[in-house]
């Protein structure tokens, strides 16, 4: 009763919500949304129009959806491929200091997501410090207009606000992987790789579906790292056409819809996180 309980408060009156307003109404006058909370008398008005500017013969709402899925792919990677290491040396290799190593993997999250966001803008503007890094503080000519709309800072931005949620499942997963599994796979003759891929791959699948989802659910509705980062039309992002959506009057209705369409789209890796965990949980 308490996990049903919390689930609807936090999560199904919530949605309900955006669905009233998502198949509301507009007010003519103001220009503001208006809910219908009878779900007969919903109209899909609103869903329809952003239907029509995704799949329509405008489609400008396509190339940002594109670009964050591309986005997305590329940073969650990203963060796999520098999380795994990291995890495996806490996990096997940290001994007695993994305390003071989560510490410090976690310590990030004391500042908010603002401030680590600025403190890019500060390194990577034209007299940052990456700039003097890479001229040799001015002595070669190589200054870099890192925040003038460049797809690759709006994707290294993501990759490092969003990688600690990738280690810290997976280090959780790795460590409860018994050392003796490891030993018997080496006495059974296998090497370093096969270890890796017929023992600990296939153990930490539980730890890299909670990772990526932890991941890929807040980036694909992150819109102030593409704010901050570049703030460019060229880089926008799916969050940045929902929040310019309820920013402008009007439009209440079609971020709703937009919203709802993402929820759906992301429904996909969270029943893939929930078939693997079941597996996993019908292996041990």
């Known amino acids: 009763m308490p996990a049903i309980a919390w689930m609807a408060v936090f999560f199904l009156i919530p949605l309900y919500v955006v669905l009233c ?9 103001f220009r503001s949304a208006i809910p ?73 999250f004391w500042i908010s997501y603002m401030m680590r966001m600025l403190a890019w803008v500060n390194l990577l503007q034209n007299d940052g410090w990456v700039n003097k890094i890479i001229s040799l503080n001015g002595l070669l000519p190589t200054e870099q207009a890192w925040l003038s709309g460049r797809p690759t800072t709006v994707i290294l931005g993501l990759i490092y606000g969003y990688v600690p949620y990738m280690i810290l499942p997976l280090f959780a997963a790795l460590d409860r992987i018994s050392p003796s599994l490891l030993e018997a796979a080496r006495d059974l003759g296998a090497g370093g790789f096969d270890v890796f891929r017929r023992v600990i791959l296939p153990m930490s699948i539980p ?43 009007g439009q209440s209705g079609q971020a709703a819809a937009l919203l709802l369409i993402v929820l759906v789209v992301l429904s996909a890796p969270m029943i893939w996180y929930t078939r693997s965990t079941a597996r996993s949980e019908v292996r041990s």
């Not at 694909?220 to 039309?233: A, E, I, K, R, V």
């Open 207 to 249: 730890g890299v579906a909670a990772g990526m989802l932890l991941v890929c659910l807040p980036m694909m509705g992150d819109y102030f790292t593409n704010d901050l980062l570049s703030g460019s039309p060229g880089t926008s992002m799916i969050g940045n056409l929902i929040n310019n959506s309820i920013t402008t009057p």
């Open 36 to 108: 219908v909370w009878n779900p007969l008398e919903w109209s899909f008005t609103q869903l329809a129009i952003v239907v029509d500017r995704l799949v329509g013969p405008d489609n400008f709402y396509l190339p940002p959806v594109l670009r964050t899925i591309a986005y997305v792919v590329i940073a969650v990677a990203a963060c796999l491929l520098i999380a795994f290491p990291v995890a495996w040396f806490t996990a096997r290799h940290a001994g007695s200091h993994k305390a003071l190593v989560l510490t410090l993997l976690v310590a990030p």
């Open 21 to 29: 307003v998502a198949f509301g109404k507009v007010d003519p006058v």
